[in-house]
């Protein structure tokens, strides 16, 4: 069963990821409103299926204590981030998953490499992390503002023409050597239509309650917008790895675009396949012993193990309890 999910899976992200090596065209390539032939009405029950397979492979993952995963989530704005993280997420351990959104550096942030602080920000062992924007936000606002890079006080040899092919290798070693260390990286673009942007802007001025949301500055970019495409193709193209590979994301339909990030996390997840610990022989016993103390202490009239109770033996003698034939 498990492998024919995998297989659903990994046949369903295949269209989004980006190939290591290739060319990318953001426009001409990736269609922001694809939705593979569903219906939403079939998407809310495929997405319910992807949270309960999150909820299942982050307890193993926090169980074993030795894979990390990062979730880089990158987008124009409006591109759906938040909503994304809080729809996809809705089912794990909150304790088990670190959430780092990046605004403007501090003066700190400044006095050091252009991926110290987000290096302070890495999942530990058992953990999802998730970055809000990431570290590819220095080779795409940091590109399309050279003002931006002229704050960074690099020297002067550091800002020559081939700045960028620097930083696209300077990430794409970090990301091996974080992969090579245990933590799995996993890139999605959520890719959004001007037009749907646009729609979303003016829901975020007409409805009061969404008022907040909206900045002047978000107008300024979106002028910027076919900077940010050629900057977001060069970043893809360039970045997509065997060991961290980028997966594009019809973000036009907010359901399915959650359904696809959930199916890339799944994905990633299933491939790591975090077991449970095992004990030995000796905390077998230990834990045999516990379970006696703690059944002589059942009050008159409740079961000494409410739980065995209540989940009778199997047929094949199994009965899944710590210490039990189940271990």
């Given at each position: 069963?498990?492998?024919?999910?995998?297989?659903?899976?990994?046949?369903?992200?295949?269209?989004?990821?980006?190939?290591?090596?290739?060319?990318?065209?953001?426009?001409?390539?990736?269609?922001?409103?694809?939705?593979?032939?569903?219906?939403?009405?079939?998407?809310?029950?495929?997405?319910?299926?992807?949270?309960?397979?999150?909820?299942?492979?982050?307890?193993?993952?926090?169980?074993?204590?030795?894979?990390?995963?990062?979730?880089c989530l990158q987008?124009?704005?409006?591109?759906?981030?938040?909503?994304?993280?809080?729809?996809?997420?809705?089912?794990?351990?909150?304790?088990?998953?670190?959430?780092?959104?990046?605004?403007?550096?501090?003066?700190?942030?400044?006095?050091?490499?252009?991926?110290?602080?987000?290096?302070?920000?890495?999942?530990?062992?058992?953990?999802?992390?998730?970055?809000?924007?990431?570290?590819?936000?220095?080779?795409?606002?940091?590109?399309?503002?050279?003002?931006?890079?002229?704050?960074?006080?690099?020297?002067?040899?550091?800002?020559?023409?081939?700045?960028?092919?620097?930083?696209?290798?300077?990430?794409?070693?970090?990301?091996?050597?974080?992969?090579?260390?245990?933590?799995?990286?996993?890139?999605?673009?959520?890719?959004?239509?001007?037009?749907?942007?646009?729609?979303?802007?003016?829901?975020?001025?007409?409805?009061?309650?969404?008022?907040?949301?909206?900045?002047?500055?978000?107008?300024?970019?979106?002028?910027?917008?076919?900077?940010?495409?050629?900057?977001?193709?060069?970043?893809?193209?360039?970045?997509?790895?065997?060991?961290?590979?980028?997966?594009?994301?019809?973000?036009?339909?907010?359901?399915?675009?959650?359904?696809?990030?959930a199916a890339v996390?799944?994905?990633?997840?299933?491939?790591?396949?975090?077991?449970?610990?095992?004990?030995?022989?000796?905390?077998?016993?230990?834990?045999?012993?516990?379970?006696?103390?703690?059944?002589?202490?059942?009050?008159?009239?409740?079961?000494?193990?409410?739980?065995?109770?209540?989940?009778?033996?199997?047929?094949?003698?199994?009965?899944?309890?710590?210490?039990?034939?189940?271990?």
């Open positions: 069963m498990a492998d024919k999910r995998a297989k659903r899976i990994a046949k369903f992200i295949k269209p989004l990821r980006v190939k290591p090596g290739s060319e990318v065209d953001l426009e001409a390539d990736f269609d922001p409103r694809f939705k593979a032939g569903l219906k939403k009405r079939e998407g809310t029950e495929l997405l319910r299926s992807g949270v309960s397979l999150l909820a299942e492979y982050q307890d193993r993952l926090a169980a074993q204590d030795t894979y990390g995963v990062l979730l987008a124009l704005d409006a591109g759906g981030k938040d909503g994304t993280i809080r729809h996809v997420m809705s089912g794990v351990n909150p304790q088990g998953v670190h959430v780092s959104s990046f605004k403007v550096p501090s003066a700190e942030e400044l006095d050091h490499d252009f991926l110290w602080r987000y290096a302070q920000r890495l999942p530990a062992r058992g953990d999802i992390g998730i970055f809000n924007r990431s570290h590819y936000e220095e080779v795409l606002v940091v590109r399309v503002h050279p003002e931006v890079l002229d704050r960074q006080r690099l020297p002067d040899e550091a800002k020559g023409p081939g700045i960028w092919e620097d930083r696209y290798r300077a990430i794409n070693d970090w990301e091996r050597y974080l992969t090579e260390n245990g933590f799995k990286v996993v890139k999605i673009f959520l890719n959004l239509s001007k037009e749907e942007q646009r729609t979303r802007f003016l829901k975020r001025i007409d409805l009061p309650e969404k008022n907040w949301k909206f900045s002047a500055a978000d107008i300024r970019e979106r002028e910027r917008w076919d900077d940010y495409q050629e900057a977001f193709s060069e970043m893809l193209s360039a970045t997509s790895t065997p060991w961290a590979p980028w997966y594009v994301v019809p973000a036009d339909r907010k359901w399915f675009a959650r359904i696809c990030a996390l799944a994905h990633t997840l299933i491939g790591l396949d975090p077991q449970y610990p095992t004990v030995g022989d000796e905390a077998r016993q230990e834990l045999r012993a516990a379970r006696r103390r703690l059944e002589k202490q059942a009050p008159e009239g409740a079961a000494d193990d409410p739980y065995a109770a209540a989940h009778p033996v199997g047929r094949d003698g199994r009965d899944g309890r710590p210490g039990g034939s189940g271990s």
